[in-house]
Structures are given as structure tokens and as C-alpha cells.
């Protein structure tokens, strides 16, 4: 029993590891340019109003901030990513609350990544 649910996870994480083409780039980069990546394309779809309505729970896992939240979620467990990643993860989150304004908090987590990525 424990060897099938075993091979069923490993299965899983294989088969949403190469899920999508986003993810797949994604995750061929180095964790500096794959946050670089992933702000910047959080920066793009923050405003969005589709966003700020359905979030990342977005039932169309076509949609690009599904499509995003999948890739930070899944590069969190990659090992040379060292859950980095949770901040940027976070700020996702806080813009989807906000309506994709800037708050006290977006601005912390901007200041921190930018430190961590040199991010601009």
C-alpha cells in the first residue's frame, strides 16, 4: 500500500513537473532568473480584474496567474530553489487582496526580493 501511494505521488510531481510550457522555462533557469521571471510576470497580471475576482483558484487552468501560481508552488519543492520563493509566492497573494494596489506589505516583500534577486 505504502509503495502504491509512493509511486501514485511520484507520478503526479513528474507529470506536473513537465504540465506546462510556463513551468518548464521556468524551472531550466537559475533561481535568480527564474524569480526575475516570476515578478515580472506577476507585475504584468496583478491589475488584472479577472485576477482580482477569481485568484489563483481560477477553475480555467489555461488562465496565466493559474498557470503562475502553479509554477512558484511547484518550484518551492525544487531543491536548488530552497523555497525561495515563498515571499514572491506571498506577494501573489497580497495583490490578489488588494485589488493589485501597493500595500505596506507588498512594498516589505518587494524590498526583500529585490534584495535577494536584485530584482528592478
Request: net charge positive; aromatic share 14%.
Amino acid at each position: 500500500m505504502k509503495i502504491a501511494v509512493l509511486i501514485i505521488l511520484l507520478c503526479g510531481i513528474t507529470t506536473f513537473a513537465h504540465a506546462d510550457p510556463y513551468s518548464d522555462r521556468i524551472f531550466k533557469l537559475a533561481p535568480n532568473e527564474a524569480a526575475k521571471t516570476l515578478y515580472q510576470d506577476l507585475l504584468k497580471f496583478k491589475d488584472d480584474p479577472e485576477f482580482h475576482t477569481k485568484g489563483f483558484a481560477d477553475s480555467n487552468p489555461k488562465t496565466k496567474y493559474r498557470i503562475w501560481h502553479e509554477a512558484v508552488q511547484h518550484a518551492k519543492t525544487i531543491e536548488n530553489f530552497n523555497n525561495k520563493l515563498a515571499p514572491l509566492w506571498l506577494l501573489g497573494f497580497e495583490y490578489r487582496k488588494s485589488g493589485g494596489k501597493k500595500t505596506e506589505y507588498t512594498e516589505f516583500v518587494t524590498e526583500v526580493l529585490k534584495r535577494e534577486y536584485t530584482l528592478e
